[in-house]
């Protein structure tokens, strides 16, 4: 079992920063690909970015390539979204997830657990 916290959203004016915690706790951190998702007003969970377990591998939604980071520190089981140059679009709840696999993935089926997701809200 793997427990996941999300910290760090808040309010930020458009073309700011935030930067995302996820803390898990539980098994191993190491062995699971991590992901991050996002809810907006009305829509549905749609992928953001994703690192394998080893962080040799990432892959992000072209929306937001090129804006945000998703990085990981294993000594504090914590993986982390750098999010810069932030738009409205991007207003929503951030939620980070782990599958029990070495791969990453960009579908919500994959993910074995979630946490309960962080809102982040940009204004024009």
């Known amino acids: 079992q793997v427990q996941l916290v999300e910290s760090g959203g808040g309010l930020v004016q458009a073309g700011g920063s935030l930067r995302l915690s996820c803390a898990a706790s539980?098994?191993?951190?190491?062995?699971?690909?991590m992901g991050w998702f996002r809810q907006g007003p009305g829509k549905g969970r749609e992928f953001v970015a994703a690192?394998?377990?080893?962080?040799?591998?990432?892959y992000y939604a072209d929306s937001v390539k090129g804006r945000f980071t998703i990085s990981r520190d294993y000594a504090k089981n914590t993986v982390y979204l750098q999010m810069n140059s932030l738009i409205p679009e991007d207003t929503a709840v951030y939620y980070c997830?782990?599958?029990?696999?070495?791969?990453?993935?960009?579908?919500?089926?994959?993910?074995?657990?979630w946490g309960q997701g962080t809102q982040v809200t940009v204004s024009s």
């Open positions: 539980g098994r191993t951190f190491s062995n699971y690909a």
């Open positions: 690192q394998s377990w080893s962080a040799d591998s990432t």
């Open positions: 997830a782990a599958r029990s696999s070495v791969e990453l993935t960009t579908s919500t089926l994959h993910y074995n657990y």
